[in-house]
């Protein structure tokens, strides 16, 4: 059974900064490319950032310059070093494939970006 496991939300004022971790059961982790979607409130869940197994990385406009995924193939973690929060960053964030897996959604994380 595929298990993604999101953590490291929370609450934080515009212009802090937050970093998401997600730890994978996926046995083929290290072959897949990995992504950080978003849900916020009212909206369709969207791709935030994505990293293939070698590294290479693509970033939604909304979030270049602030956002940085990396990851970690031998532990089957990826992460999401999100600075210069903004309120419209609001939302809970998952981690899963790209393309994602229906299968694969986990609880996810909710971060709140309010003063």
């Known amino acids: 059974q595929v298990q993604l496991v999101e953590s490291g939300g929370g609450l934080v004022q515009p212009g802090g900064s937050l970093r998401l971790s997600c730890a994978a059961s996926i046995s083929i982790f290290s072959i897949h490319t990995m992504g950080w979607y978003r849900q916020a409130p009212g909206k369709q869940r969207e791709l935030v950032a994505a990293?293939?197994?070698?590294?290479?990385?693509n970033y939604a406009d909304s979030v270049k310059g602030r956002f940085t995924i990396s990851r970690d193939n031998p532990k089957k973690m990826v992460f999401l070093q999100m600075n210069s929060l903004k309120p419209e960053d609001t939302a809970v964030y998952y981690c899963n494939t790209h393309p994602a897996v229906s299968t694969y959604w986990g609880q996810g994380t909710q971060v709140t970006v309010s003063s």
């Open positions: 990293i293939t197994r070698g590294g290479i990385v």
